[in-house]
């Protein structure tokens, strides 16, 4: 079975950070072990610990579950760093959980940015986001990599994957972009559309499948081209057409391939209500789709405020997050979480969608020795598998 398709278009993604997050506060263990306490979006608060050890740490991802993210992630961490003992206390979650807002990806972006904080490995934010990307691959969630885009907070960002090579561009805004984000208070099962999706790849043995490909690979690359350009000109109306294309593609084209979690009733009903289309410039679903959540693009600051009142209204299940993405004058995308030091505080907001805001309490400052001597040698064994001949 061949295991690439060089014909494959790179995948785009456009990503922007909400205020909505994890706050968490840490502190350093003498004890080998990670302490996890974690209060939900709907009050719920547990508590689990962990021994750092790695073959538990990787039953433990891979069995799934609540704390899955958060032990594949610090399987990685434990493997590669040697970390000790962490104790990390989720105390507020203000991000809607399972509703396609990335929150799976800000608890992997919240763990590797604690551990990356509390030891100070220096890692980079995209190391932080690779060992969070890499921490959720090893849970039943095969996410890609877009969602860790969290890891750089409220900046937005075009992402462009092929393959393993991930590149992060600044998404310039020339205009305030008026946004709502409406949890649909319905369910999806993110696991389900990934896997019958990513079934399409890398080579389709359908028409279906192959209207899928073509769909997330140079329809998207079209679309993604044409709404960087709108959004650098400030055209908020015709980015809000654009979004309306873009969803009425999805639905011919990818959800055939998922029906019991695409068709997305709850999200079309909503994004045809007639009462707030004047109100609109566009919308469309998030993340995977499905019926999670939905982001309506506004006319202006008065519309948002209206379109909220009204769902509200008609929709009392359903809440509504107004989020409005300033211009982007004077932006830079965040190189480092800053490693570790005495006193600090790290912010890795949502990637359109969610987020993770770790405060951090350390004692004192970490050795940084054994962490640069071990990613020295990552980097080496890197550079040397890049250059054994590849094998399609």
Sequence with gaps: MRKYNHALVPGRTIVVGTEQGLHARIARLAR??????????????????????????????????????????????????GVGGLSIDNYCTSLPLKKGLSSSAAVCVLVARAFNRAYGLRLTTRGEMQYAYEGERMTPSQCGKMDQACAFGSTPVLMTYSGDVLSVALATVGAPLHLVLVDLAASKDTVVILEQLQAAFPHPSSEEQRR???????????????????????????????????????????????????????LH???AHPPIQHLLYGGKGVGSQGDGTAQLLCRDAAAQGEVCRILAADFPPMSCMPFTVPPTAGSTLPASSNGAATGTSARANGGSRGGSDARVLLEQGASLAAADAKQKELLLGRAGAERQPAHA
């Design 32 to 81: 080998p072990v990670l302490r996890l306490r974690s209060t939900k979006d709907d009050g719920m608060v547990l508590e689990h610990e962990y021994e750092l050890d790695e073959a538990l740490l990787a039953v433990a991802a891979q069995a799934g579950g609540f704390w899955s993210y958060a032990t594949g992630t610090a399987y990685r961490l434990l493997v590669d760093f």
């Design 212 to 266: 899928c490909v073509e769909l997330l690979g140079a329809m998207n690359a079209d679309i993604t081209s044409r709404a960087v350009e709108l959004m650098a000109a400030g055209d908020a109306e015709q980015l809000g057409a654009l979004m309306r294309e873009a969803q009425q593609a999805f639905a011919e084209r990818a959800a055939p391939l998922c029906p019991s979690q695409l068709t997305s009733p709850v």
């Design 269 to 271: 009903r909503l994004l």
